[in-house]
C-alpha cells in the first residue's frame, strides 16, 4: 500500500524559508508524477507545483521564482524549498501523487499525503 507523508512545515517569519518533504513508502512506479497542493482556512486546495517523471515541473504563479519542486528517486523523497515566504503563503501543504498528469493537477490525484502545516507571520 502506498503512504505519502509530508515533513518540514512550521512556523516562520516574512520573507523566511523551508524545506518540505515527502516521503512515499510502498512502490509507485517510476512513471507517476507528484505534486505539492496547498489549502488555507477558509479558501479551496489549490496546486502549488507539480512535476513529472522527466522532471518537467509546473508552478503557479504566486510561487514562480520563490519556490522550487523537485524529487530525489533513490530517496523516494518529494522536496518542496520555499524561499521569500510570505503570509499569503500560510496554508496546510498536501503532497500528492498519480499517473497522469492531468488528474494530478487537477487535483484528482490517486494518493495524498496527510498534510503539513506552514504558517508565515509578518
Known amino acids: 500500500q502506498v503512504q505519502l507523508v509530508e515533513s518540514g512545515g512550521g512556523s516562520v517569519q516574512s520573507g523566511g524559508s523551508l524545506r518540505l518533504s515527502c516521503t512515499t513508502s510502498g512502490y509507485i512506479g517510476r512513471r507517476y508524477s507528484m505534486a505539492w497542493f496547498r489549502q488555507a482556512a477558509g479558501k479551496e486546495r489549490e496546486l502549488v507545483a507539480a512535476i513529472d517523471s522527466d522532471d518537467d515541473t509546473y508552478y503557479v504563479d504566486s510561487v514562480k521564482g520563490r519556490f522550487t519542486i523537485s524529487q530525489d528517486n533513490a530517496k523516494n523523497t518529494l522536496y518542496l524549498q520555499m524561499n521569500s515566504l510570505k503570509p499569503e503563503d500560510t496554508a496546510m501543504y498536501y503532497c500528492?501523487?498519480?499517473?497522469?498528469?492531468?488528474?494530478?493537477?487537477?487535483?484528482?490525484?490517486?494518493?495524498w499525503g496527510q498534510g503539513t502545516q506552514v504558517t508565515v507571520s509578518s
Open positions: 500528492a501523487a498519480d499517473r497522469e498528469w492531468p488528474r494530478l493537477v487537477l487535483g484528482r490525484g490517486d494518493y
